[in-house]
Nanobody, 115 residues
Framework: QVQLVESGGGLVQAGGSLRLSCAAS????????MGWYRQAPGKQRDLVAS???????NYADSVKGRFTISRDNAKNTVYLQMNSLKPEDTAVYYCAVRTDTRPYWGQGTQVTVSS
């Protein structure tokens, strides 16, 4: 099993920045992809950014140029740097990893951007 612990959410004004962190533990040898999703009230949970073991990255069109996903393999941690935040970025953000057998989700962290 894989356990994920998220941190870094909070309340910021439009134009501000936050960095989310997600630390993985357990059977981390089996992880082959990591990423971030977000879900606003009443809406679907959507992919924000992700990467694979090959180093490729993928971003939602709405965050390209503002968000950056990165990874520290020594710490088994994935980050999401969020700059130039907009009110429409307000959501619960979830870390997610994929193993050879199943996906795992973090507990979620609230990001609120005020105008």
């Amino acid at each position: 099993q894989v356990q994920l612990v998220e941190s870094g959410g909070g309340l910021v004004q439009a134009g501000g920045s936050l960095r989310l962190s997600c630390a993985a533990s357990g059977s981390i040898f089996s992880i082959n992809a990591m990423g971030w999703y977000r879900q606003a009230p009443g809406k679907q949970r959507d992919l924000v950014a992700s990467f694979t073991s090959g180093g490729s990255t993928n971003y939602a069109d709405s965050v390209k140029g503002r968000f950056t996903i990165s990874r520290d393999n020594a710490k088994n941690t994935v980050y999401l740097q969020m700059n130039s935040l907009k009110p429409e970025d307000t959501a619960v953000y979830y870390c997610a990893v994929r193993t050879d057998t199943r996906p795992y989700w973090g507990q979620g962290t609230q990001v609120t951007v005020s105008s």
